[in-house]
């Protein structure tokens, strides 16, 4: 998840044109098809066109809100730029796949560092330019009102064996009514391969991530129970439930802090277009062709 986040952030300086296409690094391969190389500058070519206008406009936004935050006296903070930094190479094995990733799109941890500097910058711009501030009274309100989202749900380990047919299905619970081991039979007769390769465990899951039909069923099971042959998808499956873990209230002072940062972020998302719209209306912006 991490390296795909990277990634896109790599992406996304590529189509707004801040990569810097020296002779050097634009011969530098990025893949090789069948003997064939890629180079960063075709890379780069392509992403221009493809990207060039909403690209050319993320980067006229980036200069105004950055020299807006310069007036405001917006700063990045060292340690938060490093923990994200640090969150992104955490992804990797080790600090030199971390590097050589980088390496490979003509980056380095340097690069990386600064497109970070800039973004707590903007962020700290918007907080200044919109005064935002959430207070404890605004987290407790959010609180109330999304208690129950905000909890751990009630949770069951579960097994399962899929089968293609509603035979099939019958025959494994008729085996199974016999006293055929469930992770065995799982394993012999699912036709799904990761059933097969983990004895038809699904590990834990919670309630809401079910349709509803089919986690009614489950959960009205007591432990080591199975239910009947179900509808699933393509097929039929047959459920097991190895193990109950009750729900648990959400508490306010575990997440507070948490939840104070998730709610800033919502209100920052929600008033950078703004700003910038703002920004947008009182500068002198001359677009060269």
Do not use: C
């Amino acid at each position: 998840m991490k390296k795909n986040i990277l990634a896109a952030a790599v992406l996304a300086i590529f189509a707004t044109g801040l990569y810097a296409a020296e002779k050097k690094v634009a011969a530098k391969s990025v893949a090789v098809v069948n003997g064939q190389k890629v180079t960063a500058d075709e890379l780069t070519k392509k992403l221009w066109w493809q990207y060039a206008a909403q690209g050319l406009s993320e980067l006229v936004d980036e200069k105004l809100l950055l020299e807006e935050g310069g007036r405001l006296g917006a700063t990045a903070d060292q340690k938060e730029l490093e923990t994200r930094y640090n969150n992104l190479a955490a992804g990797y094995a080790d600090k030199a796949a971390f590097e050589n990733n980088l390496k490979s799109v003509g980056w380095t941890s340097a690069d990386l560092r600064e497109l970070i500097r800039r973004q707590l910058i903007i962020r700290g711009t918007v907080i200044a330019a919109k005064k935002l501030a959430v207070t404890d009274a605004d987290t407790a309100a959010f609180f109330e009102k999304n208690k129950e989202r905000l909890g751990t749900p009630e949770s069951v380990k579960l097994s399962q064996i899929f089968v293609n047919t509603k035979a099939e299905a019958d025959d494994a619970h008729l085996a199974l009514s016999a006293g055929a081991d469930f992770a065995k039979l799982s394993s012999l007769k699912s036709t799904d391969a990761n059933l097969k390769k983990n004895n038809g465990s699904l590990g834990y899951i919670s309630k809401g991530m079910l349709l509803p039909e089919i986690e009614k069923e489950i959960f009205a099971l007591q432990d080591g129970q199975y239910t009947k042959p179900l509808a699933t998808g393509n097929g039929f499956s047959i459920f097991r439930t190895e193990e109950h873990k009750p729900g648990k209230e959400a508490s306010f002072e575990v997440i507070k802090a948490e939840l104070k940062t998730a709610i800033l972020n919502q209100a920052i998302t929600a008033k950078l277009p703004e700003l910038a719209t703002e920004l947008r209306q009182k500068a002198k912006i001359e677009i060269i062709k």
